[in-house]
């Protein structure tokens, strides 16, 4: 009987452990999370080798990342959502910015926007929703204003793109702010304005 019981509490612990990990997308043993906070409160999470692999990627500190952009997306859709916004209070909000997984590239149609992360559930991915919890990559864009490249041809862009644009930021907070009620309308990519 003692042997059931433990084996049960193991089964569960590994139950929930999972789960956790199946909503932060972190591997704690092997990328540990380093948190921040932006100015409205919003919690951050990034793991250490995400932010070597941000380096890698942009050839620029992790720290150019522009997190304050972050509270410019929720404050966009507040003022869209108004009333309808089912998010209260921001400093709810936990995002958690994944690393991009090579075995990806190349396998989503969209060719401007190639890197996306791998979940266990859902295959090759950009973005995720879970409770409060939004996983992003910048694979695609380096969390700052920047000048496109295209992967295809190496043309670079004469226009900047503003910071998180090319993230599945925008979209993400859309159906956390929304409810994921489709009374609202499409969602969006990004708040009206923002990235225009």
């Known amino acids: 009987m003692p042997q059931t019981i433990l084996a049960l509490i ?11 990990s199946d909503v932060l997308g972190a591997d704690i043993i092997n990328n540990p999370m380093i948190q921040f906070k932006t100015p409205m409160g919003i919690k951050i999470l990034i793991g250490f080798n995400t932010l070597s692999q941000y380096e890698d990627r942009w050839g620029a ?6 997190l304050d952009r972050i509270d410019e997306f929720v404050k966009g859709w507040m003022d869209y959502l ?6 209260r209070s921001p400093r709810y909000i936990v995002v958690k910015i994944q690393q991009w997984d090579e075995r990806c590239l190349g ?3 969209d060719i401007y926007a190639p890197y996306e992360f791998i979940h266990f559930r859902y295959g090759c991915i950009d973005g995720l929703t879970a409770g409060n919890t ?8 380096p969390g700052r204003d920047f ?9 670079q862009s004469t226009v900047i793109t503003k910071g998180f644009c090319m993230t599945a930021l925008g979209h993400e907070l859309y159906h956390l702010m929304s409810g994921h009620r489709s009374n ?6 990004n708040p009206p304005g923002l990235c225009d």
């Open 107 to 109: 396998k989503d149609e």
């Open 61 to 66: 500190p992790w720290e150019e990342i522009d």
């Open 82 to 87: 108004g009333e309808a916004s089912r998010l």
């Open 147 to 155: 000048y496109w490249t295209n992967p295809i041809t190496g043309a």
């Open 184 to 189: 609202l309308g499409m969602p969006l990519e």
């Open 134 to 141: 939004i996983v992003i990559h910048l694979g695609d864009d």
């Open 10 to 20: 193991l089964a569960l612990v590994s139950f929930f452990t999972l789960g956790l």
